[in-house]
């Protein structure tokens, strides 16, 4: 994963993590600021020869405006209260 990301107003980029397959562990976005709109997120097997292998999960943003951006992610289980992990990607957004 990429601490930063470059784009450009109106283009769609990409923000993967890792994942633990079987934990029930997910990423989620935790702030997402305006002028970033989510458009999609998928996951992925990484390892399909081994059972429980990592995943990566896929995040699909599109940037509305320019400027400088965080979108922060966090790593957890939907029915725990906290999470294990957070991860904070900058995203410049030029015209």
């Known amino acids: 994963m990429a601490d930063e990301v470059a784009s450009e107003v109106g283009r769609v980029f990409d923000i993967e993590l890792r994942e633990p397959a ?12 305006p002028g970033i709109q989510l458009v999609d997120e998928r996951r992925q097997t990484q390892d399909r020869e081994h059972v429980g292998g990592a995943l990566s999960h896929t995040f699909q943003l599109k940037a509305t405006e320019p400027g400088r951006y965080q979108v922060s992610f966090q790593l957890k289980r939907q029915w725990e209260a906290e999470g294990v992990d957070v991860k904070t990607v900058k995203v410049s957004v030029r015209a």
Do not use: D, E, Q
């Open 22 to 33: 079987t934990s029930g562990y997910r990423w989620s976005i935790v702030s997402l600021p």
